[in-house]
């Protein structure tokens, strides 16, 4: 161990054993207030973008990651891959020399190699020594993104290579592994705590290979970090970094104004306007990867006739919608993928908005007084600010064509359960902000006849629809992908099992002397790049 | 007074069952599950459903899952977070000095105002004072706690930037909590600015938190002075020619305390509903907000536990001032 070396494990431990420090002896330091506290700190164990925030992002690295600010793979722990021509086998180099993070509770003895990326797939399987490793464990997105039936084995080849064999071939497959839940962990370090019978602290205690590593978390107040002086890519510029957990979005903004943080997300649409017009704050918005939809219940009548939805759809004022509830802060939504997603088929016209049409239409397909129900989300999300007030001007939309809308609501565990149930009653306010970047994550996961039970609350299963989306999924060659993902917007746009409402705008706000933060479409924050001028 | 205190204590053990149950079958009754939490917008299959519902154990029979959640009591264990996956009594331990540090500040806060702000309206009834303070205590209670949090924080830490905005502690400060109680932790960290810090993050929570108990305490103390000062032992003491303030001080004053002894003894207990809207907007680490966000995920063994957990609290501060009553009225010891 070397002299710095030194001197940081014990000002770790220092800290760590009750010792004070003051900030100002951390030349630079980034506040960011952050909107929940994690769940813990492995990130396979999660699906909650605040501890995929505080682990993936920043402690984590995984084989290949997302470019900041795209959704395009790029290499990370992994220099290069090969595929193998049936699509079946990815071959994994390597980066060399790549060290996990000297923390006060953790002294790799090693660098990174073969087994920690094979241990960090093969403990996420069911039957695995880790699969049960604390009380309640259980690996959502590893089962959500179909890794134990898609994934035949991962193998060592030799230090510096890993094979993946899937089952069958999967071109989202790449942009699966940039997610956070395939984070390389540090197998010694596992297998220690397993020795020692703690194999908890593995979720208490991370150790990655990740730009900062942990230093310490205050139960839902503030999780502490400091650069990781080893990291691959070179230090970082930051010497720390702090999350405080700052729950409700309008003391964030007072919080951010009054300097106690430099950097916060998700401000309320209503407080930007203020604070865009602040001389000392920067708001950088953007298109997030998200969609908000009115989901029709494809099995019911009258909605199971495409010409009802269309009618419908063509009832709904969508700009009045991104102006009321978005406060301009969106734009309203053709397809089901966002326009910055690759394959979005720019040459489908949405459904003018009508009413007069919509009334015809409704006539002429038989429909006279219909009464139904709109569900209106009871929790507000990046891509649905307000899902009551949406519901109400659907409804008064809905009421100038004949058609008499109830709202109804329920609590939010309950709403998607019932809202995944195929029997449920009308029309769904529900949206998405993608996983990863690849349309297979929004079309196969909302509209395939798979995901009909689940995440496909149109209960729509079209078969002209899924298999395209299908086909999509294991061809390799990203044109040919591209043309049947827009012929599957052609389907869904020409069968309407959603009116598709709006894409919203992320709003990341900061103080003038934060700099290089790039915002991620993906929805996750990332302070790698950033740096705080004194 | 001994029979007193055992007849309290035995009254607890029906009590502890009771709340037990209610616990345990609460956020039962409530729609939905923990399971469908983990997914999200995701959503999960029925089988996958099925099969976590079974390995947490919720497709057990009801009273097997009560009789194991009494055992786990027993034995100290009161579960695994289902969402965070850490023990229960170990996040409470955490968490709960937070909300106790903000509860007696808050408390302190409205004893201290409240009670003399009533004594002196009932002393000067009718008088401008008495009509000002009465009318500002029903303002008071009628503030909803989440407009007048946020009002503070924009005009005392946005404009005047008298106080933080939120939190416990400024971020720069950073020890390993000694006894959770950052007023004192504070002290003991030797760090200097860190008490003055604990102080300053104190004070607009415990304003917004104390303001509906000093509302309560202070028309409670007016009552109940004016109906003790009505009463003949205090026309008597005053015929003898007792001065004033010992006839409102000793005489009138210890009587009407036992029915602002008892509101007090409420309003902590309510406290608990307030400090989930003052935890929010302050961040404040405590149960409120942990205890809210776990019945809105339906983190079964949580609610259960932490219910548990406050109750026991709750308990025992009722014990104590029922005690308290024993000490201060004679003749409640000796019925």
Redesign the interface.
């Known amino acids: 161990m070397n002299t710095y070396k030194k001197l940081l494990a014990a000002t770790a431990l220092a800290m760590l054993t009750g010792g004070l420090m003051a900030g100002g002896a951390a030349a630079k330091t980034l506040v960011f207030c952050s909107e929940a506290a994690p769940g813990g700190f492995d990130p396979a164990l999660y699906t909650g973008g605040e501890t995929l925030d505080a682990t993936g992002q920043a402690v984590f690295n995984k084989l290949v990651e997302f470019k900041p600010g795209t959704s395009e793979v790029e290499p990370a722990l992994a220099d290069s891959w090969t595929i193998s021509d049936d699509g079946l086998e990815y071959t994994f180099k390597l980066h060399p020399g790549v060290k996990f993070q000297t923390t006060s509770y953790f002294t790799p003895s090693r660098e990174l190699n073969a087994d920690d990326v094979v241990f960090s797939f093969e403990r996420q399987k069911e039957g695995s020594p880790w699969a049960k490793y604390v009380d309640g464990a259980s690996y959502e997105y590893f089962e959500g993104m179909d890794f134990p039936k898609l994934i035949k084995s991962v193998e060592k080849v030799d230090d510096l290579t890993v094979k993946v064999t899937l089952t069958k071939p999967n071109a989202p497959m790449l942009a699966n592994l940039a997610m956070d839940f395939s984070s390389i962990v540090s197998k010694e370090y596992a297998d220690k705590l397993m020795a020692d019978g703690t194999p908890g602290k593995l979720n208490e205690q991370p150790v990655g290979t990740g730009p900062f590593q942990f230093v310490d978390y205050q139960l839902n107040t503030a999780i502490r970090y400091e650069a990781n002086p080893d990291y691959y890519k070179g230090k970082v510029k930051l010497d720390s970094l702090i999350f405080a957990v700052t729950p409700d979005a309008a003391v964030r903004v007072q919080k951010l104004k009054a300097g106690e943080c430099q950097l916060t997300i998700y401000p309320d649409p209503a407080d930007v306007e203020g604070l865009k017009a602040d001389t000392n704050l920067n708001v950088i918005q953007e298109e997030g990867l998200n969609v908000s939809t009115l989901a029709y219940n494809t099995t019911q009548a009258p909605f199971d006739k495409p010409e009802v939805r269309k009618a419908l759809n063509q009832a709904i004022d969508k700009k009045a919608i991104v102006d009321a509830v978005y406060l301009g802060q969106g734009t309203p939504a053709i397809n089901p993928i966002p326009p910055t997603m690759w394959s979005y088929n720019k040459s489908i016209k949405d459904d003018e908005y009508n009413p007069e049409a919509a009334k015809a239409a409704l006539e002429k397909a038989g429909v006279k007084d219909l009464s139904m129900k709109i569900w209106a989300m009871p929790v507000a999300r990046p891509y649905m600010p307000n899902g009551r007030r949406t519901a109400e001007l659907i409804q008064s939309d809905f009421a100038k064509v004949g058609v008499k809308a109830e709202i109804v609501t329920f609590d939010w565990q309950e709403y998607l359960k019932q809202a995944s149930d195929p029997k449920h009653d009308g029309a769904v306010i529900i949206g998405w902000t993608g996983d990863n970047g690849d349309p297979d994550n929004f079309l196969a996961t909302l509209l395939s006849c798979q995901a009909v039970n689940t995440s496909n609350r149109a209960a729509w299963c079209n078969q002209e629809f899924t298999d395209l989306i299908n086909k999509a999924a294991v061809v390799s060659d990203p044109a040919e992908r591209t043309k049947l993902y827009e012929e599957a917007q052609v389907v869904f746009k020409r069968e309407a099992p959603w009116a598709t409402l709006a894409h919203s705008l992320v709003t990341t706000a900061m103080t003038k002397n934060v700099s290089g933060y790039v915002p991620s479409p993906l929805g996750v924050h990332n302070f790698a790049s950033v740096d705080v001028a004194e | 007074m001994f029979r007193y205190i055992a007849s309290r204590v035995l009254l607890l053990i029906p009590t502890f069952i009771g709340i037990s149950f209610v616990a345990f079958i609460f956020i039962r009754l ?4 923990p399971v ?11 089988e ?1 459903h099925q099969l ?1 519902m079974d ?2 154990g919720f497709n057990r029979p009801i009273w097997e899952q009560y009789f194991s959640f009494l055992w786990g009591i027993f034995h100290g264990d009161f579960g ?7 023990p229960v009594l170990a ?1 409470f331990r ?2 709960f000095p937070a909300t106790l540090e903000l509860s007696i500040c808050a408390m302190l806060f409205a004893v201290i105002i409240g009670i003399p702000a009533g004594i002196f309206a009932a002393v000067k009834r009718g008088s401008i004072f008495d009509q000002l303070s009465m009318g500002i205590a029903l303002v008071g209670y009628s503030m909803p706690i989440f407009w007048w949090g ?1 009002l503070l ?2 005009l005392f ?2 404009i005047l ?1 008298w106080t ?5 502690m400024d ?8 006894t959770g109680f950052m007023l004192i932790d504070s002290l003991i ?3 200097k600015g ?1 008490f003055k810090s604990a102080v300053s993050h104190l004070i607009l929570p415990t304003i917004v938190l104390g303001t509906i108990p000093l509302a309560v305490i202070a028309r409670q103390t007016r009552s109940a002075m004016l109906e003790v000062l009505g009463e003949d032992y205090v026309r008597t003491a005053r015929a003898k020619g007792l001065e004033p303030k010992r006839v409102i001080g000793v005489h009138a004053l210890r009587n009407a305390m036992i029915p602002v002894i008892t509101t007090i003894g409420l309003q902590m207990g309510l406290l608990m509903a307030g400090a989930i809207l003052t935890e ?4 404040w ?1 405590g149960i409120g ?2 205890m809210i966000d776990a019945i ?3 983190d079964y063994v949580v609610v259960q536990g932490g219910l548990m957990l406050v109750a026991l609290i709750v308990m025992v501060v009722n014990l104590i001032v029922d005690l308290l009553y024993a000490v201060i009225n004679p003749r409640i010891r000796v019925k």
Do not use: C, N
Request: glycine share 12%.
């Open positions: 409530l729609p939905g599950d469908i939490a983990l997914a999200g917008e995701r959503g999960m299959t029925p996958r976590l390995q947490f695994t977070s289902i969402a965070s996956k850490r996040d955490a968490l946020i924080i924009i830490a946005g930037h933080p905005v939120s939190g416990r971020l720069i400060y950073f020890f390993k909590p000694t960290s030797g760090g860190a929010t907007i302050f961040s680490p907000k942990w809105s995920r339906r």
